[in-house]
């Protein structure tokens, strides 16, 4: 089945500065790459998605690329403020058991803004 | 327009017993998805209903079970539990089904096992 694997576990970056997120991904059929933030207490929140048509995606202070040809998509969040402090998940479509698609997340990445 | 509503969102029981988690998804959402998170493994994908039907499921035991009634809310049920089953259990909706839609997540139930 579909691995995804995500760096760093953890990042610290100083108010104002860019963070950036990375994920690599098994199975090459994949075609849809959403980014969650969670919040304490909160469940995840689409951030923003990119579908394998697209290269990169921007929304505001945040982006996404995606290259299909190795694997990898990155969220990259510019101007960081104290409220990007949050648990920050990728996910990849993938086939599951009865052959449907699902979505396989990442372990995560705890981001904190130092102000 | 409501969120996704997950009840309860604390649960506390012991090994051997059973629990029963409820979800409601957001009005008109037709696909409620299940998720375990734990801190060692991140979010694990358990089942996913459609209309009643139950069209995709993870790698978890047969304790693990779920169903989907004709209003979309969905409940999940784990039985015989045991120590390793504490964690925080999702549940996503979406409007359409499978593995390229946007889910929205609830805020989870918190189980703890003793």
């Known amino acids: 089945g579909e691995n995804v694997e995500q760096h760093p576990s953890t990042l610290s970056v100083q108010e104002g500065d860019s963070a950036v997120i990375k994920c690599t991904y098994s199975?090459?059929?994949?075609?849809?790459f959403p980014w969650y933030k969670q919040e304490l207490g909160k469940g995840p929140q689409l951030i923003i998605d990119?579908?394998?048509?697209?290269g990169e995606k921007k929304d505001q202070r945040i982006a996404v690329t995606l290259n299909k040809t190795a694997k990898h998509f990155s969220l990259h969040i510019t101007e960081t403020q104290p409220e990007d402090s949050a648990v920050y998940f990728c996910?990849?479509?993938?086939?599951?058991?009865?052959?449907?698609?699902?979505?396989?997340f990442g372990t995560g990445t705890r981001l904190t803004i130092i102000p | 327009k409501a969120g996704v509503t997950q009840t309860p969102r604390y649960l506390i029981k012991t090994r051997g017993q059973q629990v029963t988690l409820s979800c409601s998804p957001i009005?008109?959402?037709?696909?409620v998805s299940w998720y375990q998170q734990t801190p060692g493994q991140g979010l694990q994908f358990l089942f996913e209903?459609?209309?009643?039907?139950q069209r995709n499921k993870g790698n978890f035991p047969g304790r693990f079970s779920g169903r989907q009634f004709s209003n979309s809310r969905s409940e999940m049920n784990v039985s015989t539990l045991e120590l390793g089953d504490s964690a925080l259990y999702l549940c996503?909706?979406?409007w359409g089904t499978g593995g390229n839609e946007k889910l929205f997540f609830g805020s989870g139930t918190q189980l703890s096992v003793l």
């Open positions: 996503a909706s979406s």
């Open positions: 199975d090459s059929a994949s075609n849809y």
């Open positions: 990119i579908r394998s048509n697209v």
């Open positions: 996910a990849a479509s993938s086939r599951a058991n009865f052959g449907n698609e699902k979505l396989t």
């Open positions: 009005s008109g959402h037709r696909s």
């Open positions: 209903y459609f209309s009643e039907t």
